[in-house]
């Protein structure tokens, strides 16, 4: 394994994981990924990375000894919304694992990443104790989220009614302003704006029944806060390339139905009485087939 300075991590970074940012060393043996590619020695994390904006999620989970962020991350005038898993080992920091999403969601009414201001509230609301979850119970209510797309059951998934859904800061849920430009009808129909129902009204209806979520793991729970780490891979159109979606018939991706992508991803999931009631998601877009080295170790 490559040996790595800390030179390889911006001093700001590590700021916001460690108090007075006195980080730990870098294990001899540490291993420093962006975007699932294997930094070697002398490359730079997040390179060309300036600073951290005040849009960001963060969590420390004592029994993993690791902790996460999601946060805005300005590369001189451009943004983007990346993620950040740290490990520590004996004093050191053993393992960095890095997602940086596109500065703009795809799609012609995707908000780009610098125009962003402040998460939404509830990321940032401590759980009063006698609401609080188990690490346990929080896992497993994240869990059932992917379960339920796996297995097509959206009762699985317990989403509050109103709760949002963002994706590389953009909400795609129970938001007019945002269109799915990448759906087509696959019987000539026009596509209702799926952007304007909620969360689980798009479970409910079918629109995520095509999809694959082949691995994923919860390396940063946060009871207080009620938050959940997980980091996976998911495929969209991963089961099909097409999908019945309830009062409105076949759907299907837009352009060539062949072109499979999968999406290295972290994802935030804030929990409350015993629902989840937002998330907020960073990925990488990389080629069909792709799975993380990460889950594989």
Not at 25 to 42: H, K, S, V, Y
Not at 110 to 117: D, F, N, P, R, T
Not at 182 to 208: I, K, S, V
């Amino acid at each position: 394994m490559a040996e790595h300075s800390l030179a390889t991590l911006p001093h700001w970074l590590l700021a916001a994981f460690f108090a007075d940012g006195e980080a730990p060393p870098l294990a001899d043996a540490a291993r420093i990924t962006e975007n699932d590619r294997e930094l070697t020695a002398g490359e730079t994390a997040l390179s060309g990375a300036t600073r951290l904006g005040q849009y960001r999620i963060a969590a420390h989970d004592e029994s993993s000894g690791q902790s996460a962020l999601c946060g805005q991350m300005w590369f001189g005038d451009v943004a983007a919304v990346c993620g950040v898993r740290i490990r520590c080992d004996g004093g050191r920091i053993s393992e960095v694992e890095i997602i940086r999403s596109p500065s703009r969601f795809p799609g012609s009414t995707g908000v780009e990443a610098s125009e962003l201001g402040a998460v939404r509230p509830p990321f940032g609301r401590i759980v009063p104790l006698e609401r609080r979850l188990s690490r346990e119970r929080l896992v497993a209510i994240a869990g059932g989220y992917y379960e339920a797309v796996n297995l097509e059951r959206p009762e699985l998934a317990r989403l509050e009614p109103n709760g949002a859904r963002i994706e590389a800061g953009t909400q795609i849920t129970g938001n007019p302003a945002f269109r799915f430009d990448f759906y087509q009808g696959l019987d000539g129909q026009a596509l209702p704006n799926f952007g304007e129902w909620t969360a689980r009204e798009q479970f409910e209806r079918g629109l995520w029944n095509a999809d694959l979520v082949p691995e994923v793991r919860f390396p940063v729970v946060e009871p207080r806060y009620g938050l959940v780490f997980a980091f996976m891979t998911y495929c969209p159109w991963g089961k099909r390339a097409e999908v019945d979606v309830v009062g409105v018939g076949r759907v299907g991706p837009a352009g060539d139905p062949a072109r499979r992508v999968a999406l290295n991803a972290m994802e935030v999931f804030r929990i409350d009485h015993d629902r989840i009631e937002e998330m907020e998601s960073v990925w990488s877009i990389e080629p069909g087939g792709y799975r993380n080295s990460w889950c594989r170790r």
